[in-house]
Every structure is written in C-alpha cells, then in structure tokens.
C-alpha cells in the first residue's frame, strides 16, 4: 500500500516537523512499508478465523518457589558496617518533617 508524498508532508506540518526531501522520500518508504506489513496481517485475521482463540497458548501454574524464613548467618557483620545502627536496625537521616 503506498502513501503519497503530501500525506507524509501533512504529518509532518501537523507534528511542527521540518522535513528535507530527502527525510521526506525516507519516511514515504518506510510508511508504505509499514502499511503493506499491516495488509498482511489483516489477510492473516481473515485465515485465522476458524482458530479457537484462548488467553495463552501455554497453561503455567504458579512458577514461583514458596515463601520461607531463612536466618542471614552474617546478620551481625551486616549491622556492624551500617555508620549508625539502633538495635538490629540500620539508623539514617530523617528526610521527612
């Protein structure tokens, strides 16, 4: 499917673009190529109209390992390198009024 010249230049006004000739015979092609791979893909619905649409093609089950409480064994070397610390909690600046 080929797009004119002028509707690239009509566009690009409406998008306040400057084109140079050369942008313009760039974008004609390169739109024109965009539109020929969309009539393809319209060709393509009319042929995939007796396949039983579905959500996704493959069933997943919950793919992710089970939430657990595992104690970190450097828990007191990690405290220990905070500048400030209050307890077993890392001590920062207050950001908030």
Do not use: C, W
């Given at each position: 499917?080929?797009?004119?010249?002028?509707?690239?230049?009509?566009?690009?006004?409406l998008?306040?673009?400057?084109?140079?000739?050369?942008?313009?015979?760039?974008?004609?092609?390169?739109?024109?190529?965009?539109?020929?791979?969309?009539?393809?893909?319209?060709?393509?619905d009319?042929?995939?109209?007796?396949?039983?649409?579905?959500?996704?093609?493959?069933?997943?089950?919950?793919?992710?390992?089970?939430?657990?409480?595992?104690?970190?064994?450097?828990?007191?070397?990690?405290?220990?390198?905070?500048?400030?610390?209050?307890?077993?909690?890392?001590?920062?600046?207050?950001?908030?009024?």
């Open positions: 499917m080929a797009i004119a010249r002028e509707e690239v230049q009509h566009v690009a006004h998008a306040r673009l400057s084109l140079t000739e050369a942008e313009v015979e760039k974008f004609t092609a390169q739109i024109g190529g965009i539109l020929d791979y969309f009539a393809q893909l319209q060709e393509l009319s042929e995939l109209e007796e396949v039983e649409p579905m959500a996704r093609p493959i069933d997943t089950a919950n793919v992710v390992r089970p939430d657990g409480l595992v104690p970190f064994a450097a828990r007191e070397t990690l405290l220990n390198t905070a500048p400030e610390r209050e307890g077993d909690f890392f001590r920062v600046p207050q950001i908030l009024a």
